[in-house]
T-cell receptor
């Protein structure tokens, strides 16, 4: 069964500090991996997306890495801001025959940034 | 607006009632997904449409759940005889066209929070 495991489950940091969130997956055959940010009461918003050949992708203060050999990804947040407080969800998609594929979502890491 | 919209935003139902949740995807988006998100969990896939065709409904938890997208645009998720365990946020997402190997981005609506009493 395709699975996506994220750690830590929750994280509290001080404003201005850096943090790294982890994602391990067993989805196969791998197509792509996305990191989403979900603010409370809102739908997820895409931060980064990486395919098999990409091992790093940046979006402002967010940098995602991908190791397709070990099936691990990380999301690094630099110089955190209060607005970074949210749930960060790792989503991995597999290729499927027939032309469509269904993403597998992790449970998310809840990040709280304190002033 | 230009984003995915969902209605209602909040729905309270008595156990046994039928409910209908609406999703308006971004205009021109071919692919549409429904997800169920329990409190503190990540979204769980329910069903997927490409235009009006429901290509995958393997995530629907029971035959009480039914989804349609008759004209390939607006979609409705219907839950019959609601149970307390159906309480969750129901998210809709659309993308231009989600095909194998294409890392297309899904755009999510704000969700409908369903509470079954």
């Amino acid at each position: 069964k395709n699975q996506v495991e994220q750690s830590p489950q929750s994280l509290i940091i001080l404003e201005g500090k850096n943090c790294t969130l982890q994602c391990n997956y067993t989805v196969s055959p791998f197509s792509n991996l996305r990191w989403y940010k979900q603010d409370t009461g809102r739908g997820p918003v895409s931060l980064t997306i990486m395919t098999f050949s990409e091992n790093t992708k940046s979006n402002g203060r967010y940098t995602a890495t991908l190791d397709a050999d070990t099936k691990q990804s990380s999301l690094h947040i630099t110089a955190s801001q209060l607005s970074d407080s949210a749930s960060y969800i790792c989503v991995v998609s597999a290729t499927r025959t027939g032309g469509s594929y269904i993403p597998t979502f992790g449970r998310g890491t809840s990040l709280i940034v304190h002033p | 607006g230009a984003g995915v919209s969902q209605s209602p935003r909040y729905k309270v139902a008595k156990r046994g009632q039928d409910v209908a949740l609406r999703c308006d995807p971004i205009s021109g988006h071919v692919s549409l997904f429904w997800y169920q998100q329990a409190l503190g969990q990540g979204p769980e896939f329910l069903t997927y449409f490409q235009n009006e065709a429901q290509l995958d409904k393997s995530g629907l938890p029971s035959d009480r759940f039914f989804a349609e997208r008759p004209e390939g645009s607006v979609s409705t998720l219907k839950i019959q005889r609601t149970q307390q365990e159906d309480s969750a946020v129901y998210l809709c997402a659309s993308s231009l066209n989600l095909i194998a190997g294409d890392p297309d981005t899904q755009y999510f609506g704000p969700g409908t929070r369903l509470t079954v009493l």
